[in-house]
């Protein structure tokens, strides 16, 4: 049996911590080591420099990435990041991620990530416009409806993706709604995606909980992370009853114990864009955050927040990962330990959003568009029959609810990329 032999493109600790988790997986079933590197390591990846005229008339060259982890089980599928820690190594594990996720929910899809290293809050919105226009024309020939479907993920949006979409069928000479999900309705976007993942995270709380029998009007919530996935996350879990006492984003938070007014807070970021001196509660911090007595602790902003720091001082019974790599390895040792929380795993916690985004292409290529709740019933459905797999796979192995997740989503790639074999 060969070793792979990998440089250190991709060196970072999410990347690394993305390895740590295949590798425990791999383990637990027993991979053949035949199969192991090739479902390990990312297929390929796209680095592209994009020169975008400022403003001022200068020229400023950002630089983006894409990495398609694995095409072997359709088009390769994953947002694109814009943020100004983005890391190629960060890209590679996010589209890892993508791969466990696509597979375990049972999508037709490879796993795939972009970024590029941006602060968009930094430009204006022709720079923006500029800059995802040049990022799409670059991966013009490694993008498509039938190759790689990217989508929103941190620091894009809606309005991002109809550019991008738009610059994609500028180029093949046709309308090409299925290159991209996540578009404005306008575009081919599908009812019910910009909300899908956070309404997803909230479905899979409440199943969580009435398996707790935990009343979900009893129910206390933190969010760490107030952008689509968390603020969509508190919209549904209010709507089901329950009470929101913290939110945060990257400039503090707010706590309230006796409940945070959701649409005030929503009200005051539209205006003022961050949560800072809001004042619907005491003002707190993203570590104390994460800290608070509370029944569900959703972390829905950026990896490694969980660490071996606080993983023991958590003091509630549902961490659910809307975020994706939330947690460290080393806080998942603690957390296994930790029989009073559940834990729903970011790749199935997060997943509604992939699902619709599956939905939205499915739309697009058949030109016969869903009602919000069909997709919604759809999603639902989804999801109910992902976390039943996720549970049976953890009460027959005695895994912990991560390692069911990555088993499963882990176990399908490697089963098809077996089936179809080496080439030559
Ligand atoms: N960026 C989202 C995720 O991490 C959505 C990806 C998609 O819809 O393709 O799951």
């Known amino acids: ?18 390895c740590r988790q295949f590798d425990q997986a791999a383990d637990a079933i027993s991979l053949p080591e035949a199969i192991r590197d090739r479902t390990k390591y990312p297929r390929r990846c796209m680095a592209v420099t994009l020169p975008v005229r400022r403003k001022d008339g200068s020229v400023t060259v950002f630089e983006g990435y894409r990495v398609q982890h694995n ?7 994953g947002g694109i990041r814009f943020h100004q820690d983005v890391t190629i190594g960060e890209v590679a594990a996010l589209a890892m991620w993508m791969s466990w996720k696509c597979s375990l929910v049972g999508l037709p899809y490879g796993g795939a990530k972009g970024g590029v290293i941006v602060d968009p809050k930094q430009l204006s919105e022709s720079e923006l416009e500029h800059l995802s226009r040049r990022y799409m024309q670059e ?64 479905y899979l709380i ?13 129910a206390t919530v933190a969010i760490q992370g107030f952008g689509n996935v968390g603020s969509e996350t508190a919209i549904a879990l209010e709507n089901f009853g329950a009470k929101i006492i913290a939110i945060s984003d990257y400039t503090g938070g707010i706590h309230n ?40 602790l959703v972390p829905a902003a950026l990896e490694r927040v969980i660490t071996d720091k606080n993983a ?12 994706n790599g939330p947690t460290t390895n080393a806080a998942d040792k603690i957390l296994e330990k930790r029989d009073d929380i559940e834990l729903i795993p970011d790749v199935l ?9 599956y939905f939205e292409w499915l739309q697009n290529l058949s030109n016969f568009y869903w ?24 009460r027959k192995f005695k895994f912990s609810r991560r390692l069911a997740a990555l088993t499963l989503g882990i176990g399908r790639v490697a089963e098809a990329k077996a089936a179809r074999g080496l080439f030559p």
């Not at 095409?71 to 599928?77: D, H, I, Q």
């Not at 790689?148 to 093949?172: C, L, Q, R």
């Not at 007014?261 to 104390?288: C, H, M, R, T, W």
Request: glycine content about 10%.
């Open 371 to 394: 009602t919000r709740d069909e997709v919604l019933e759809k999603l639902y459905g989804m999801l109910d029959k992902a976390k039943d797999a996720v549970d049976a796979q953890k």
């Open 1 to 18: 049996m060969s070793k792979a032999i990998i440089s250190s493109l991709y060196d970072s600790d999410v990347f690394k911590m993305a």
């Open 139 to 202: 991966m013009v020939n490694f993008v498509g409806p039938h190759m790689d479907v990217p989508a929103p993920d941190v620091g894009t949006n809606e309005k991002i993706m109809g550019w991008m979409m738009d610059t994609y069928s500028t180029h093949v000479g046709h309308l090409s709604p299925a290159v991209v999900t996540g578009k404005p309705i306008a575009l081919g976007g599908s009812q019910g995606r910009r909300e899908a993942t956070g309404a997803g995270v909230a």
């Open 349 to 357: 916690c997060n997943s509604g959003g992939v699902i619709v985004s």
């Open 312 to 323: 023991a001082k958590l003091k509630c019974r549902v961490l659910a990962e809307a975020a």
């Open 257 to 296: 114990a006796k409940g945070i007014n959701i649409k005030k807070a929503l009200a005051y970021i539209q205006y003022a864009k961050v949560l800072k001196d809001f004042d619907g509660g005491q003002p707190i911090s993203n570590e104390d955050l994460l800290e608070l007595k509370c029944t569900v």
């Open 206 to 218: 409440k199943k969580y909980l009435e398996d707790m029998k935990v009343p979900i009007n009893k």
């Open 71 to 77: 095409v072997s089980t359709g088009p390769s599928k």
